[in-house]
């Protein structure tokens, strides 16, 4: 009888368990190959990167994707593991450091002045499906303005646009093209900034 009511308890907790499917968190981390050959107009001056102007739905850490031209879903089991507007600003930063193309180069976060402001706006960075979900791709899109801080005008400009088509449609496969399109965008922008300052 004991017996009994000890099955009867464990089966009655099981079954009023709810079990959750754990969540794989992603990073924006991507790889930039400096380019050879940069200009050094920009050697003896100073930078600050602004935090990187977004859509709303890259300020959470959901993860969306677009099905069609006007659907947009997000992944259940599935985020980033930091917003993407941060977590671009801090890869911005972190190549430009790696380029050595300024004398120095600092985040938004920073108090410091300096004699140039990289303002970047991200319009696209997204993984898009075809309407049956059998094939998808990535596209990511970035306007860089650099501002001259003594006049607060922008003095050279760049827009980057690229798409990945990807084998797997899936997340994870989403996220390795969004980094590397990202890395290529960035040694873009690096190669263009060098030659940038006046």
């Not at 600092?106 to 970047?120: A, H, I, V």
């Not at 827009?159 to 994870?172: L, V, W």
Request: net charge neutral.
């Amino acid at each position: 009888m004991r017996n009994i009511a000890v099955v009867f308890i464990v089966l009655f907790f099981t079954a009023c368990s709810t079990t959750y499917p754990s969540i794989i968190e992603y990073k924006i981390d991507t790889e930039v190959q400096i380019p050879q050959n940069l200009e050094d107009s920009c050697q003896k001056s100073s930078l600050t990167v602004a935090q990187v102007f977004v859509k709303s739905s890259l300020m959470s850490k959901k993860m969306k994707y677009v099905v069609g031209k006007y659907k947009e879903f997000a992944y259940n089991q599935s985020e980033w593991a930091e917003n993407p507007n941060r977590a671009i600003s801090d890869v911005i930063v972190k190549a430009l450091e790696s380029a050595n193309i300024f004398q120095t180069a600092g985040s938004y976060k920073s108090f410091s002045r300096s004699d140039y402001t990289l303002e970047s706006r991200v319009d696209l960075f997204s993984q898009y499906f075809s309407e049956d979900k059998k094939e998808s791709f990535v596209k990511i899109a970035i306007v860089f303005s650099l501002i001259d801080n003594k006049t607060a005008k922008i003095i050279a400009s760049k827009h980057i646009s690229k798409e990945r088509k990807i084998q797997k449609a899936n997340a994870q496969s989403g996220v390795i093209a969004l980094n590397e399109l990202l890395g290529e965008s960035l040694d873009e922008m690096i190669q263009w900034i060098s030659g940038s300052c006046e």
